[in-house]
């Protein structure tokens, strides 16, 4: 346990004794007494009932310093807010995958290699599932999200075979901010309850041929807890700007290389499972109950000067 504000308390505890010197200073002193008012003290303090009586004194006397004491102390601890740190742990939240594939000529290649990467993938998801679509004019779904690698794999694997022997030529140009509208619909759970990643294969940052654009499918995504990984297979320089900027205003990042999905999907699990964080929180335990027990024994000994 620690305090918010330690300087506080060393300034309290400073100023108490100050206060009781200067309460002495203006509290008004009587004279001395002259004499003794009892004939025969000496002869009194012998006597055992009055030593008896006298070490009660004593007790009660002690017994009342030591509950100031406790209220003292209660209050000062209190003042300086005592508080405790926690590491907190969140549950890793499971995750949902797909791929977002712009299935134009250009980019078969492309998705080809990615739909090797997912196939190699898959296995290693846990309890994780994945989807697939891809977009030209249009978005498509080839795989509905899925927790069944199995399946998923066999449609991946067809997918690939079936790029890989269209022939040659076709549109160049897809709907990329409608597709990754589309693909960001893909999802059926709750973002609280899984994790929601889209993982965009483009190299249009325009969205030319789009009814939105890249910008405003990236704002849809975020604002649904989407977060966009773009892949930014034979892009432009600015059209590889503007997919990393899609990607980053929902909080995801460009990626690329030969693993680049993996890139991504540790990305993801990282973001789905944060590291343990310290968390602060007051403890006022301890002191209020010191200051209590204070105030009861306090109470106890006016009770009894009450009724002696």
């Known amino acids: 346990m620690d305090l918010r504000w330690p300087l506080l308390a060393l300034l309290l505890i400073a100023l108490l004794p100050a206060a009781y010197w200067l309460l002495g200073r203006v509290r008004p002193t009587e004279p001395p007494p002259t004499g003794l008012p009892v004939a025969y003290a000496e002869r009194l303090r012998t006597l055992p009932r009055f030593r008896e009586l006298a070490r009660q004194q004593l007790?009660?006397?002690?017994?009342?310093?030591?509950?100031?004491?406790?209220?003292?102390?209660?209050?000062?601890?209190?003042?300086?807010?005592?508080?405790?740190?926690?590491?907190?742990?969140?549950?890793?939240?499971?995750?949902?995958?797909v791929l977002c594939l712009d299935l134009t000529a250009p980019q078969r290649a492309a998705d080809i290699d990615?739909?090797?990467?997912?196939?190699?993938?898959?296995?290693?998801?846990?309890?994780?599932?994945?989807?697939?679509?891809?977009?030209?004019?249009?978005?498509?779904?080839?795989?509905?999200?899925?927790?069944?690698?199995?399946?998923a794999v066999s449609v991946l694997h067809d997918t690939q075979t079936a790029l890989g022997n269209l022939p040659a030529g076709g549109a160049t140009s897809g709907a990329t901010g409608d597709g990754l509208i589309s693909c960001s619909q893909g999802f059926d759970k709750p973002a609280r309850e899984r994790g929601r990643a889209v993982v965009?294969?483009?190299?249009?940052?325009?969205?030319?041929?789009?009814?939105?654009?890249?910008?405003?499918?990236?704002?849809?995504?975020?604002?649904?807890?989407?977060?966009?990984?773009?892949?930014?297979?034979?892009?432009?320089?600015?059209?590889?700007?503007?997919?990393?900027?899609?990607?980053?205003?929902?909080?995801?990042?460009?990626?690329?290389?030969?693993?680049?999905?993996?890139?991504?999907?540790?990305?993801?699990?990282?973001?789905?499972?944060?590291?343990p964080t310290p968390t602060r929180r007051d403890g006022p335990l301890v002191p209020t109950l010191l200051t209590l027990f204070g105030v009861a024994g306090l109470l106890v000994a006016g009770l009894r000067g009450l009724f002696r």
């Open 114 to 151: 990615l739909l090797a990467q997912a196939r190699a993938l898959v296995p290693h998801l846990g309890d994780a599932r994945i989807g697939l679509q891809g977009f030209q004019a249009t978005a498509a779904d080839l795989l509905p999200l899925t927790d069944d690698h199995t399946g």
């Open 59 to 97: 007790a009660w006397a002690t017994f009342q310093i030591g509950a100031v004491g406790l209220v003292l102390l209660g209050t000062v601890w209190l003042a300086a807010r005592p508080q405790t740190t926690e590491i907190v742990d969140k549950v890793a939240r499971p995750g949902d995958l």
């Open 200 to 275: 965009l294969l483009s190299a249009d940052g325009t969205g030319n041929g789009s009814l939105h654009t890249l910008v405003e499918a990236a704002e849809y995504a975020e604002e649904h807890d989407v977060t966009v990984y773009s892949i930014p297979a034979g892009a432009t320089a600015a059209a590889r700007a503007d997919l990393q900027t899609a990607a980053e205003l929902t909080g995801g990042r460009l990626v690329t290389g030969r693993d680049a999905l993996a890139q991504a999907w540790d990305l993801e699990q990282s973001r789905l499972d944060p590291p």
